[in-house]
Every structure is written in structure tokens, then in C-alpha cells.
């Protein structure tokens, strides 16, 4: 391909010719004392005439405005990249399961956007079939794009329709639902829609990407054909995230949707049950469960829809230093309920205690989590914890932060009354509180 | 032993003996709705008249003051417990390398508090010899108890405490330096002194125990064993902690003090090296060094004490529903620095960024962070995190976000120029930044 064939024209054509640069090529730039290393790619229409698309070492695409001050060489001439392959066009096959799958944005139906060089979520029904085109041998497939965000703007109001339009769907009798998110707060969603889908009566499957699926090392592929089986198949009648097991392309994992959490910034295998283990492994041919303890599908069961979430919640993390005036302006300002991300078993820094103490005091229902993660609160070994107890502190159990803050949202949109939330924090509604911490749950470290 | 010789005593000695109830039985006791079940133990000197002393199943001990409403039963009757061996008095070998520990507290010589039944801290230099006479074997031991505090209540200003004290040490000379510190917030100070100790010319050990040295599934011996070999022995010039490997009693791990973290709130082996990995295993005969990246002991280096942190940094982690007005509050308060730990890659809801962007405009550092905490920041791939960057907002790299929180204390206790904080906190100060994530360091998922 041709540069011109590619888009590039102008001044920056001539940059690039007077470098002997042409597409494909591995090229070094350095601007604003950054370098970037990778393959000249095609441009697409709308991107701003200075701009170039650079494929980078780990797969991502950067777009970068090439200025006078840019530095621009040839590192190695390349060659040209496979052509994609065309769209295929859907087969639907009657005979087969109806999974409707709700799209909410994020990087599993990514592209990079042309104009900062970022990648921007654009998904579409057709994107998907596009993707992967094995869909269509699983389940008969319905597509309902409900909003494009990040995931990162994900909010509770959002929660509260995308339970809505699950709960739309289950009335209608579809077999399973797979929900399209951003893996930023996958964790927080699946986590809401446990509380929020009671007496769910069919798998409801959240699945992301880590990259997306305009790239050729996407796990975008096996993540939705994973989830999409799922749905149609599996015997788990819960809210799961299904995600790549390991690095390789051989399997998915399916999480409890109140005990997973992404670990990892990048990694196909970013998600991890905490103190759990995951459900199943999902490889291309067959569904393995690793435990028994799972609601069964049931098609006649009737799905209680409790969708609220109460916003005036929020989560603090504790540290050496932390200031407690951030408790005191949350009671100021009207807050219902606070959970404490504090340290080891359930602690906080004594000098925090009056805050604490003046929240519940003032009616704010407040929950301690541990920023270790794994393992479970146990507020009667230290005096610490004691303390925090006779105050009213309520322990999150083996529950993640991130859990319990939305289980607080979900039960303060319930009651007001202190003693009920703590009933109701204390009670295990949607797998979030193990009785017993499974020991192969806390991962081994390889050394 | 009989129940008066185990300190029972008036009505609380009629209530056992009425029951059937011996010392060592096995009892449950419930109270305010709660239930204990365990081994009834003697009592210490100093408890009061109506408390019992119970082993829980999970080894540690509870004092339960029983009144009039106490339920309380035999479940089983029990065998007495070894008896405790009598102090060993301390041998000093003059051949072997000084090494001093500084007490701080913790876990790793607490003792039960028999006034709330919690566990309460209380080391002396005697202690720590009765607990591992083969120290002895090891080093001449020099104590200092520095403090005596929960790690809830480390603060900046006591990490600044200890690095003074280290310093002293190191001016006198000593081969090694073990700090013996409550394990909720170890990761913190062990980060806090690899900034305040540049140019270490001997190793620093950070060690802690997840059970107090009082109950026979204590890990203090192996970990206070290993931590006071590396001081005296090894050839690492660092910042390390060093705690149990894995759950048994057969190796500890080195810790880089600056990728260390906390991951569970009660196993032995709950600390673990993030984006890295370990220095080196610690057996009870030999020390293993996994990788050759290390500063050497040399004891000609000059130590650089720069022992400052500016208070006026915060962090905050972002979630859906977070409230923006949170940051808008501390840059009203004067704070200098504030640690997001945010999502995926580096992101952050939309409608906080108007807080984030007036806070930069005022001269507030703002420094990225990931919740998932494996992996890497890299706000170059998405449109929000372009924007971030746009903003003015530091990449933190791989740096854990209690890490980065730690060193933004340091830096801006240097300046306040913001291209300044920008310049050291992208630069790797001490190990805190590695050029390239090393991918044995993510643990992998037992399935």
C-alpha cells in the first residue's frame, strides 16, 4: 500500500517520504521527550491530516501529531499485514437457545479513535457477528445496545437499567443474557445486578475485553463465545463474569459476580475470584463445573426485580495519614452509609475513631472491609477492632470492598434503620459471604 | 491444672464448677447474641474477676467477661496443653555480626489484653530472646524499643521516627538493621524508609508476625529467624520485609520494600512482592537470592537521610458513584498532593474530572494509580486517560497506589514545583518503578 493509498498527504508526506518511510514500516518517534516505537499503520478518513497511527510492541494503536519538533526515523522496512477478513454474513439457527446480548460499552467492541489516537468503544450488533462469526452455532443471538460509556462511567443509576432491561428479557423467556461491559468496573456491575436480580431464574453473564477486538491478539473472541455458552448453556442461575482463565486462548473462567474483582491493569487473566473459587472453566467444546454450590437454572422460577441503589454511599480507604475530616464532611453533606477499606483484620487509625464513632452516631451506617483483599474481617482479635465494634462498626466479613459498597447502596435503598442494615450486611444474599474462606482461593506465589 | 490455679475465682469459679466445667475443657459461650466456642485457658495475673479466657478454633484467644445473661456450657472435655518452656537465658557470642532491632509494636510480641480479651502489643528486648533463643545463634542483638503501637497508627511522622533511629544504628556501625512492626501497615513503612534511606550501605529489615508469639501456630520464630539472618548476613543493601513464604514453616520471602503489600488479613504468607519479584527465599540454614537487581552491602556508602513527608497528601479511590466534591474539599483544605487509585489503565469517571483538572490548576499534584494493582498505568490507550494526561495528571507506572501515595509525601516534602514532583515521580527512586513488569510476578489462578 501505497502512503497516499493510506491516507497520508501534505507535509507529512513528504516527512515521511524524505525518511524512506513507508506504511508498514517499524518507524521510532520522539516527541515531548517520549518514544514511541512501532508500525506505520493506514490512516483512517477522519483522522487530522498531521497525524500518524502507530501499531505499538503490546498491540495497541497510538495516534500521534507529527509537529516540527517531532523526531521521526526508520527503524526496519516491514511488510504488509494480512487483509482483514470480510463481514460474514448471520446465519440464525432456530433450533438453537435465545441469549439476548446487552451491550453497554467498553474495550470488547473497541476502535481506536482518529482524532486523539485513543481507543473509543463503538459497538454495534453487527460489529459483534462481524467478530465472531461461531455466535451464531451457540445461540440463537438478540442484541439490545442499552448505552456505549466507559466503563469507568458506569454509575448506579445505570446499574438500575441495565437490571431493568435484564429483568424485560428474563419475562421474556430468553435462556440466558450476556451483558457487553468495560472491564474497569465489570467487578462493581456484576456485584449490583447480584443484589438487584433476586431468584434470578437463568445465567446472566458479564463479559469484557482486555483488548480490543480490532487487534489481533484480542481475547475478545474466546471471552464472548465463553460467555455466550454460558448463557445458553450452563446449569448456574447467578450474575457471573466470564473472562480468560489464563494468558493462553484455551479457557474461560466463570466468577460469582459479588467475589470477582480485575487484578490486573492489562492481562487477558486480569480477572480473580477473591476468596472463592471460580464456578466453572469454560473451554471451546465443553462447560467444567468446580463446584456444586450454585443456584440451578430454572425456568419457572419468578425473578424478583429490586433494583435501587441508594448514592449517598461512599468508600474510603484507610492509610497513615488519612484525614478523618473526610468522614465528618460525608456526614455533613448528608451521607446514608460508609464503608472502610482499613487495614489487616478490620482496623483504622486511632485518631479517626471520633469521626467514626460521630457518623454512627448520626445515623450513617458505616462497614469495615479489609484493603488486604483476601481473607475476612475479625474485629474481636485486637483492641483496635474492639473498639471499632462497641461503636457500631459492622464487619464486612470475607465480603471485597468493592462488594460491600454496593451491597450498602442495595440495602440502605431497603431500610434506614441501623439494626436492620446491620441484619441485612451480616446476612449472605448473593454468595458475597462465604462462611468458611476456601483456602485455595489466595492464589500461590511463584518463586 | 485446677480451676482456682488457673486464676477462677467467686462466682465466676461457682458458674465453671457447676457446669462440669474444667481448664482445657472444650466450652461455648454465647453473649449479646453472639457465640464462642473453644478451649477454656488459665487466666493471667492481672484479669478480671469475671472474665474467662477462651482458645478459639482459629488459635487466637478471647477474654469474655461473663455476667449474670452469659450462657455458657461443656461441649467436650479436654487434655491439658504442653507446658510453656522457661526463659532461656541469653548467650553472646562477641564473633558473630551486631545486628539492632528497633521495636515498634505489632502483633509479632503482642500478648493477649485480658482486660477486653483483645490482643494487645507488648514487646521487650527479654521477649523477643524467649521467644527465639536461637537468635542468639544468629547475631549479637542490640534492642531499641523505638514505640510500642498498633500499625493502625503508624503515621508520616513516625516513619520519620524510625528512619532517624536506623540512621543512628547505621552511623555506629551495625551489620544490619530489623524493625520489628505491626503487619497492617508494614508495606507503608517499609516504602516510607526506601525513600528516606538513600544510599543504604547495609540491609534494613522490616519483620512482623500474622499470629502474636504467644500461641503455638505463631509465625514470628521463622519470620524473626529469617529477618534477623538477612540483616546479618545477606547481601542485600535494601529496604526489605521479610515474612513467611507460604503457609508452613519451611522459608520466608525478601520483600523489595517498595512492591510489597499486605493480601491477606490473617495467613501467614499474606505479604506478597506486586509487579516484581521477591529478592531472595530465606530457609532456616541458607539464603537463596532470586535475582541479581540489588543495591550491595558496602559498608563505605554514606548514608543520605532524607527523612521528610509532607502530611498534605491524600488518597482517594475512585468508584461508580464517588463523590467529586471529596477532592474539591481537600484542595479547599490546602492539600499539596492527592493519589487517585483508580481503574483499569488509569481512569476516572467523566464528571470527576472538573475537580481533578481545578486541582492541578491550584498547584495540587495528582498522581494515577490502579485498584487492580497488578500491571501497569498507560493512559495512552483510551480517550479518558489521554485526557487525564491532558490535565496535567502523573502516570504512576507500576507503583502499588499506597506506594505512590508514600513517595508523593516524600517528593513534595522536596518541592512543589509540579514539573519537579512530575520529573521524580517518574523516576525510579528506589525500585519502586520497573522498566518492564516481569510476568512471573502476577500469581497464578488454582483452578
Sequence with gaps: MRL???GYAGK???VLRDRGIEVYDRIRVVKNGFLYEGVLMPKPELSHPSCIILKLDNGYNVGISITSETKIELVAKGRPAKPELPPVPLKIREDLPEVVII???GTIASRVDYKTGAVYPALTARDLYNIVPELSDIARLKMDVLFNIFSEDMTPKRWEAIARTVAKYVEEGVAGVVITHGTDTMGYTAAALSFALQDLPIPVVLVGAQRSSDRPSSDAALNLISAVKIAAQSPIAEVVVVMHGETGDTYCLVHRGTKVRKCHTSRRDAFRSINARPLAKVYKDRIVMLTSSYRR??????LKLEAKFDEKVQLIKTFPGIDPEIIDFLVDKGYHGIVLEGTGLGHAPEYILPSIKRAIEEGVAVVMTSQCL?????????RRGVELLKMGVIPGEDMLPETALVKLMWVLAHTRDLKEVRRLMLTNIAGEINPRTEPLSYPPMEV
Tied chains: 1, 2.
Design 103 to 105: 451491550g453497554t460499552g
Design 4 to 6: 497516499e493509498e493510506a
Design 12 to 14: 507529512l508526506l513528504k
Design 297 to 302: 437454572r430454572d425456568p419457572n422460577r419468578q
Design 374 to 382: 483476601w481473607g475476612r474481617i475479625n474485629m474481636n482479635v485486637y
